[in-house]
């Protein structure tokens, strides 16, 4: 099992997107949750790329209920 905890989301966006978004975009999305889908997408690719077959899910801390990816 491999587990990635994202700290930096909000950095993530200021440098895609610019720090004024970046600012107020949690008012208005989860932000650490649109990081790490994107990082699945990415991981998603990636793996496709190389055929290695894998189920990769977001975790909610502190859950045990998981939303596949």
């Known amino acids: 099992m491999i587990v990635i905890k994202v ?3 909000r ?3 200021a440098k895609r997107k610019g720090r004024f978004l970046s600012k107020i975009a949690p ?3 989860d932000v650490e949750r649109r990081v790490e889908e994107e ?3 990415q991981l ?3 793996f496709a790329e190389q055929d290695i077959q894998a189920v990769i899910e977001v975790v909610k801390e502190n ?3 998981t939303d596949a990816g």
Do not use: L, M, P
Request: no cysteine.
């Open 7 to 9: 700290k930096n989301a």
């Open 11 to 13: 950095e993530i966006v």
């Open 27 to 29: 008012w208005f999305v």
């Open 39 to 41: 990082i699945v997408r």
């Open 44 to 46: 998603q690719s990636v």
């Open 63 to 65: 859950s045990t209920q």
